[in-house]
């Protein structure tokens, strides 16, 4: 299992920050997760063996994070707010907008394996709701029009 | 630290600082209930159970996790601290299935226990339960996923207390989920400490899922018969169409010197005596072909071909074989009838480990050998050779506990990276047979630094790790020495004489088989009698037993080149597969008249002339003593008819041999016997026995066939077994003094085979265990024991 180069130095500098070596998980599984897409059987393994833990153990904490997953995803995920104020402002009337449009349900991924769709939490953008994330981007103040001028974007730049 | 004193419900208590105020209240007999706290496991304040009312703190306190306090006022069992347990109640049984009267925790749930106590009767769920199908993990391990109540005990147990880690939780909130470690199926050593730990019907075992209710049984605790580290199992039994059955084995009532640990082999391998190879009638060779038979014919074959051999060729043409897993009583009782009936001291068993070097290491020097309690408090441990998680894994277990809870320091030197490695301070890998080497180093021989510190071993430690390892060694205080059957004879006595310039050194050493050590301190040996005492001069022998053979005899490699040089006219193996386990051929045996007691028609009972169906150690009562030297009871606890116990055996030879039985077995006579009143010419002999007995306030036996009998003997004559009998037969373990035996010699160290046992093998027995072997056939990466 090989890593970039980018990756192997923030893993070195993350082990430094915590008395003890299991304590740098979760921000390597995640560092991993958005190098390889998702957290394979291998990038288990491999990060197992690095923190002196138990495979099981990192399943453990991979299943408790919802924003961590086994299973590889669209490389656009999609992640539409419909917690209380994104609710109010049109927040779900959005998610099935995104369901229709896109063709999936909540965590699918399209056949191209472009996008995928999750239905998540507040993501801290109540002021500008109904937002949405496209893996680390914000997109605010969304309308129907608004969101699939926003896909259309992403598809062109993803299929280029 | 001072004790601190504190008032639980009204009663003024004192515990020591740093207590749990859970603990606290148990000791003075107010139960405050719980499911997560386990006591030697880490805290996890998951369940909110224990919730009390501490005066002054705000909110309800877990007293799993809290601390005492000076001053504390403590309330356990106010309405508050009720109505907050009634509804923690109700929301477990939220989703809990109410399948309790199919249910194998049925009858002994702490759910049942809670739901009954705080009458959680009424739920405000309208919801449908969460169902999921049950799922198998292994042969052993069944999980049925509702029915937990996330205590997390299993997975705590399997991590911290067997260090294996096999079990996780997945998920998170009401979806969480106890997991195994291979997805659907567990690869772990399958000891079924979290099936046992489960405080509901969670998990449970292949072995005794839904065979029985637990009231449905009699409970009886005798000692496992597996390895030699003597657990207490406590053994469910029914009756059944063959006899007694055994259904459950357990610790739950952590009795014994494992308290609740047992391994597989404890806890699920008692089932190799309803395989259907058992044998449950005499067999005797008749035209080439051993054809069943009634036991006074068996009996009467054996004791007229013995009685002839004996007179016609003398004893010396007679060979015993005893056995490793037969009770101290039944070992003392064989060597006594080789030596006194047959004439002979052509007598020996498997040997796994050296005790005579050990015996005759420690002459005369008392308070040298540690307990099996004592690994669990040690300040630190040595271990030389062995690999305990295989071959004891109690020793394994007290151990690790001992490293987690109590920080001893472990120093391991060892031919392979064993798994204990884990927990040791130190490590020093040496090349295979190398261990006593290391001892040499260890007592200050340099000169062998060189070959230890050997570049080419891989993980090896250089030269300045050895000496400091050996510095940090020789430092510590009151540790316990662990040592396998690497070392022998003059090994032993050096490692004896590197831990007497240490202060408060103690040793263990390590033999396979549940009570080799017994059979050792029995006298199965061709030069030594119980209590390590040479043949020649044998005084006390002399004294008790009669006329004695004092010619050294011969050992089992040699008795089987007397075989074969057609001088051994007659083989008497009791309990023991010389054939099967030290790879004689069994043509050898040919020419000699074989008779053999035993469970199964192994190799050796195959080519035998006589076989006689054997009861096992769970079929019949007396003591053994394990590898530590501590002395248990055994108890009968199951029974299959048409077997009998090894010692009825040998008693019946005697007889149908036509020796006097009273001189064998010391039964009856006490009422009439001289108590050593009378003097003068006319007087008779005291009766010593009848003595001994009347001083001990023991009654006289009543049948030749009681080992309780003999037991009185044992403890009479057989030096450091004098132990309390009330405590013995109250199920305590009592630590035997070795010191106080005879001077015995060096043996052959070519005559120690040691079993090399696993945690899912166990010898001849264990291939007759439907359990043992299932957990094999599902372990396909691990390789098949050769050859048995």
Same mark, same amino acid.
């Given at each position: 299992?090989?890593?970039s180069?980018?990756?192997?130095?923030?893993?070195? #500098?993350?082990?430094?920050?915590?008395?003890?070596?299991?304590?740098?998980?979760?921000?390597t599984?995640?560092?991993?997760? #958005?190098e390889?897409?998702?957290?394979? #059987?291998?990038?288990i393994?491999?990060?197992?063996?690095?923190?002196?833990l138990t495979?099981?153990?990192?399943?453990?904490?991979?299943?408790?994070?919802?924003?961590?997953?086994?299973?590889?995803?669209?490389?656009?995920?999609?992640?539409?707010?419909?917690?209380?104020?994104?609710?109010?402002?049109g927040?779900?009337?959005?998610?099935?907008?995104? !369901?229709?449009?896109l063709g999936?349900?909540?965590?699918?991924?399209?056949?191209?394996?472009?996008?995928?769709?999750?239905?998540?939490?507040c993501?801290?953008?109540?002021?500008?709701?109904?937002?949405?994330?496209?893996?680390?981007?914000?997109?605010?103040?969304?309308?129907?029009?608004?969101? #699939?001028?926003?896909l259309?974007?992403? !598809? !062109?730049?993803?299929?280029? | 630290?001072?004790?601190?004193?504190?008032?639980?419900?009204?009663?003024?208590?004192t515990?020591?600082?740093?207590?749990?105020?859970?603990?606290?209240?148990?000791?003075?007999?107010?139960?405050?209930?719980?499911?997560?706290?386990?006591?030697?496991?880490?805290?996890?304040?998951?369940?909110?159970m224990?919730?009390?009312?501490?005066?002054?703190?705000?909110?309800?306190?877990?007293?799993?996790?809290?601390?005492?306090?000076?001053?504390?006022?403590?309330?356990?069992d106010?309405?508050?601290?009720?109505?907050?347990?009634?509804?923690?109640?109700?929301?477990?049984?939220?989703?809990? /299935?109410?399948?309790?009267?199919?249910?194998?925790?049925?009858?002994?749930?702490?759910?049942?226990?809670?739901?009954?106590?705080?009458?959680?009767?009424?739920?405000?769920?309208?919801?449908?339960?969460?169902?999921?199908?049950?799922?198998?993990?292994?042969?052993?391990?069944?999980?049925?996923?509702?029915?937990?109540?996330?205590?997390?005990?299993?997975?705590?147990?399997?991590?911290?207390?067997?260090?294996?880690?096999?079990?996780?939780?997945q998920?998170?909130?009401?979806?969480?989920? $106890?997991?195994?470690?291979?997805?659907?199926?567990?690869?772990?050593?399958?000891?079924?400490?979290? $099936?046992?730990?489960c405080?509901v019907?969670?998990?449970?075992?292949?072995?005794?899922?839904?065979?029985?209710?637990?009231?449905?049984?009699?409970?009886?605790?005798?000692?496992?018969?597996?390895?030699g580290?003597?657990?207490?199992?406590?053994?469910?039994?029914r009756?059944?169409?063959?006899?007694?059955?055994?259904? %459950?084995?357990?610790n739950?009532?952590?009795?014994?010197?494992?308290?609740?640990?047992?391994?597989?082999?404890? %806890?699920?391998?008692?089932?190799?005596?309803?395989?259907?190879?058992?044998?449950?009638? /005499?067999?005797?060779?008749?035209?080439?072909?051993?054809?069943?038979?009634?036991?006074?014919e068996?009996?009467?074959?054996?004791?007229?071909?013995?009685?002839?051999?004996?007179?016609?060729?003398?004893?010396?043409?007679?060979?015993?074989?005893?056995?490793?897993?037969?009770?101290?009583?039944?070992?003392?009782?064989?060597?006594?009838?080789?030596?006194v009936?047959?004439?002979?001291?052509?007598?020996?068993?498997?040997?796994?480990?050296?005790?005579?070097?050990?015996?005759a290491?420690?002459?005369?020097?008392?308070?040298?050998?540690?307990?099996m309690?004592?690994?669990?408090?040690?300040?630190?441990?040595?271990?030389i050779?062995?690999?305990?998680?295989n071959?004891?894994?109690?020793?394994?277990?007290?151990?690790?506990?001992?490293v987690?809870?109590r920080?001893?320091?472990?120093?391991?030197?060892?031919?392979a990276?064993?798994k204990?490695?884990?927990?040791?301070?130190?490590?020093?890998?040496?090349?295979?047979?190398?261990?006593?080497?290391?001892? *040499?180093?260890?007592?200050?021989?340099?000169?062998?630094?060189?070959?230890?510190?050997?570049?080419?071993?891989?993980?090896?430690?250089?030269?300045?790790?050895? $000496?400091?390892?050996?510095?940090?060694?020789?430092?510590?205080?009151?540790?316990? $020495?662990?040592f396998?059957?690497?070392l022998? *004879?003059?090994?032993?006595?050096?490692?004896?004489?590197?831990?007497?310039?240490?202060?408060?050194?103690?040793?263990?050493?390590?033999?396979?088989y @549940?009570?080799? %050590?017994?059979?050792?301190e029995?006298?199965?040996?061709?030069?030594?009698?119980?209590?390590?005492?040479?043949?020649?001069?044998?005084?006390?022998? =002399?004294?008790?037993?009669?006329?004695? /053979?004092?010619?050294?005899?011969?050992?089992?490699?040699?008795?089987?080149?007397?075989?074969? *040089?057609?001088?051994?006219?007659?083989?008497?193996?009791?309990?023991?597969?010389?054939?099967g %386990?030290?790879?004689i051929?069994?043509?050898?045996?040919s020419?000699?008249?074989?008779?053999?007691q035993?469970?199964?028609?192994?190799?050796?009972?195959?080519i035998?002339d006589?076989?006689?169906?054997?009861a096992?150690?769970?079929?019949?009562?007396?003591?053994?003593?394990?590898?530590?030297?501590?002395?248990?009871?055994?108890?009968?606890?199951?029974?299959? @008819?048409?077997?009998?116990?090894?010692?009825?055996?040998?008693?019946?030879?005697?007889?149908?041999?036509?020796?006097?039985?009273?001189?064998?077995?010391p039964?009856?006579?006490?009422t009439? @016997?001289?108590?050593g009143?009378?003097?003068? *010419?006319?007087?008779?002999?005291?009766?010593?026995?009848?003595?001994?007995?009347e001083a001990?306030?023991?009654?006289?036996?009543?049948?030749?066939?009681?080992?309780?009998?003999?037991?009185?003997e044992?403890?009479?004559?057989?030096a450091?077994?004098?132990v309390?009998?009330?405590?013995?037969?109250?199920?305590?373990? =009592?630590?035997?003094?070795?010191?106080?035996?005879?001077?015995?010699?060096?043996?052959?160290?070519?005559?120690?085979?040691?079993a090399?046992?696993?945690?899912?093998?166990?010898?001849?027995?264990?291939?007759?265990?439907?359990?043992?072997? @299932?957990?094999?056939?599902?372990?396909?990466?691990?390789?098949?024991?050769?050859?048995?």
């Amino acid at each position: 299992m090989r890593f970039s180069e980018e990756f192997e130095t923030r893993f070195a #500098d993350m082990l430094t920050h915590y008395p003890t070596k299991r304590s740098a998980l979760v921000p390597t599984l995640l560092y991993a997760q #958005d190098e390889i897409g998702s957290l394979s #059987d291998e990038v288990i393994q491999e990060l197992a063996q690095r923190l002196e833990l138990t495979e099981l153990e990192v399943r453990n904490v991979i299943s408790y994070y919802s924003m961590l997953t086994t299973k590889p995803r669209g490389k656009y995920n999609v992640q539409v707010c419909t917690n209380i104020a994104c609710m109010l402002r049109g927040g779900e009337e959005l998610l099935d907008h995104c !369901k229709k449009k896109l063709g999936i349900g909540h965590q699918g991924t399209t056949q191209d394996g472009l996008f995928s769709l999750e239905e998540v939490e507040c993501i801290g953008a109540c002021s500008w709701a109904p937002a949405a994330q496209v893996n680390y981007d914000f997109h605010e103040n969304l309308t129907n029009t608004k969101m #699939d001028q926003i896909l259309d974007n992403y !598809k !062109k730049k993803g299929t280029q | 630290m001072a004790d601190v004193n504190l008032i639980v419900d009204g009663k003024k208590i004192t515990a020591p600082a740093g207590a749990l105020l859970i603990e606290a209240c148990k000791n003075v007999g107010i139960e405050v209930p719980s499911f997560c706290y386990y006591p030697g496991l880490s805290l996890q304040g998951a369940c909110r159970m224990c919730v009390v009312k501490v005066e002054k703190m705000p909110k309800l306190q877990t007293a799993c996790t809290t601390t005492v306090t000076e001053g504390m006022i403590v309330a356990t069992d106010s309405d508050e601290v009720r109505q907050a347990r009634k509804a923690m109640v109700e929301l477990l049984l939220g989703n809990h /299935p109410l399948d309790c009267p199919v249910c194998d925790a049925g009858g002994e749930c702490e759910l049942q226990d809670m739901a009954f106590s705080y009458g959680a009767a009424e739920s405000k769920f309208m919801e449908a339960k969460n169902h999921k199908e049950e799922q198998q993990w292994s042969p052993v391990v069944y999980f049925d996923r509702p029915r937990c109540i996330l205590c997390y005990r299993c997975v705590r147990v399997c991590g911290e207390g067997m260090d294996v880690w096999a079990l996780g939780v997945q998920n998170r909130g009401v979806s969480s989920i $106890i997991a195994p470690n291979q997805e659907d199926h567990l690869d772990c050593e399958e000891c079924g400490m979290c $099936i046992d730990i489960c405080p509901v019907g969670a998990l449970t075992s292949g072995a005794y899922r839904y065979k029985t209710r637990p009231w449905e049984m009699n409970h009886v605790s005798t000692i496992c018969t597996h390895c030699g580290d003597g657990c207490k199992t406590t053994l469910g039994v029914r009756q059944c169409d063959t006899g007694t059955e055994i259904v %459950r084995g357990d610790n739950r009532d952590k009795s014994g010197i494992n308290n609740d640990f047992l391994c597989i082999k404890g %806890r699920y391998a008692f089932d190799f005596a309803y395989h259907k190879e058992r044998l449950t009638q /005499p067999l005797i060779r008749k035209n080439g072909k051993l054809t069943p038979a009634t036991w006074e014919e068996a009996f009467e074959r054996i004791g007229k071909r013995f009685r002839e051999v004996r007179d016609q060729d003398g004893g010396g043409a007679i060979g015993v074989i005893g056995s490793n897993r037969t009770t101290n009583e039944e070992n003392y009782l064989l060597s006594k009838f080789a030596r006194v009936v047959l004439k002979t001291n052509n007598v020996d068993h498997h040997r796994t480990a050296d005790y005579p070097a050990l015996a005759a290491a420690l002459h005369g020097k008392p308070g040298k050998t540690a307990s099996m309690r004592d690994v669990l408090t040690a300040p630190a441990i040595l271990l030389i050779g062995n690999d305990p998680t295989n071959q004891h894994p109690l020793l394994a277990w007290q151990i690790r506990t001992n490293v987690r809870l109590r920080r001893a320091k472990l120093y391991v030197i060892n031919s392979a990276p064993i798994k204990l490695r884990r927990q040791a301070a130190g490590f020093g890998l040496v090349p295979a047979g190398a261990e006593a080497k290391a001892v *040499a180093f260890l007592a200050g021989d340099d000169s062998l630094l060189d070959s230890l510190a050997d570049s080419k071993i891989a993980d090896g430690l250089t030269r300045d790790a050895w $000496i400091a390892l050996r510095e940090t060694i020789r430092a510590e205080q009151n540790m316990v $020495i662990a040592f396998g059957s690497e070392l022998r *004879a003059q090994d032993i006595e050096k490692l004896a004489g590197f831990a007497s310039t240490l202060t408060g050194a103690k040793l263990i050493c390590l033999g396979d088989y @549940s009570n080799s %050590r017994g059979a050792s301190e029995m006298g199965i040996y061709p030069d030594l009698l119980p209590g390590y005492e040479p043949v020649t001069p044998a005084d006390k022998f =002399q004294k008790e037993w009669g006329n004695l /053979p004092t010619e050294k005899g011969l050992s089992l490699l040699e008795m089987m080149d007397a075989a074969k *040089a057609g001088t051994l006219k007659a083989l008497y193996v009791v309990g023991s597969n010389p054939v099967g %386990r030290l790879g004689i051929d069994p043509f050898v045996l040919s020419k000699s008249f074989v008779v053999v007691q035993d469970m199964f028609l192994t190799e050796t009972a195959n080519i035998a002339d006589v076989v006689l169906p054997a009861a096992n150690a769970y079929e019949k009562t007396g003591t053994y003593t394990n590898t530590c030297g501590d002395l248990q009871l055994v108890k009968k606890a199951g029974e299959v @008819s048409n077997t009998k116990p090894d010692f009825e055996m040998i008693v019946r030879i005697a007889d149908a041999m036509g020796s006097d039985v009273s001189g064998l077995v010391p039964f009856g006579s006490g009422t009439h @016997s001289d108590m050593g009143q009378t003097r003068g *010419a006319q007087s008779g002999e005291a009766d010593r026995h009848a003595v001994w007995l009347e001083a001990h306030n023991l009654e006289p036996k009543m049948t030749p066939f009681d080992p309780m009998a003999i037991l009185d003997e044992i403890q009479r004559l057989v030096a450091g077994y004098d132990v309390s009998r009330v405590n013995l037969l109250a199920g305590n373990d =009592q630590h035997l003094e070795i010191a106080a035996s005879g001077a015995s010699s060096f043996q052959d160290p070519v005559l120690i085979v040691p079993a090399n046992d696993n945690l899912f093998s166990s010898g001849t027995l264990g291939r007759y265990s439907k359990t043992l072997n @299932s957990v094999y056939e599902n372990k396909s990466a691990v390789p098949e024991v050769a050859a048995d």
